[in-house]
């Protein structure tokens, strides 16, 4: 099993979760964050006064799915999520080593 976690621009959510829905991706945990990598923020004029927005508002995506299906959810959360501007996000795999239903102690892939 595989956690996906994908850092992605807010206006980019809709389609990346029709793109998810689309192959059968339903569990999904969604966080509203703020953060910056190269993008770096920009600059606004509030009242005469310059100031430097440097955490800008993203969306987290977490799921854990199947190994196989893994390269298909990064290409469809990839494809949804680009604009091909600076700024559209990353996504970052990590390895699950277990995953527990707490209703019915299913365990493993059939947890999920």
Same mark, same amino acid.
């Given at each position: 099993? +595989? ?6 621009? !807010? ?5 990346? +979760?029709?793109?998810?829905?689309? =192959? *059968?991706?339903?569990?999904?945990? =969604? ?5 910056? *990598?190269?993008?770096?923020?920009? +600059?606004?004029?509030?009242? *005469? ?7 800008? !508002? ?30 559209? *996000? +990353? =996504? ?21």
């Amino acid at each position: 099993m +595989k956690k996906v976690e994908a850092i992605i621009q !807010p206006f980019r959510f809709e389609a990346v +979760k029709e793109a998810l829905k689309a =192959i *059968g991706v339903d569990g999904m945990t =969604i966080t509203e964050v703020r953060g910056h *990598g190269r993008q770096k923020g920009h +600059k606004e004029i509030y009242r *005469g006064q310059e100031y430097v927005v440097d955490l800008l !508002p993203k969306i987290k995506i977490e799921m854990v799915v199947t190994a196989a299906r893994l390269e298909e959810v990064l290409r469809a959360v990839a494809t949804a999520a680009r604009t091909g501007k600076i700024g559209d *996000g +990353k =996504i970052f795999v990590y390895d699950v080593e277990q995953a527990i239903r707490i209703r019915n102690d299913n365990r493993g892939d059939s947890a999920l």
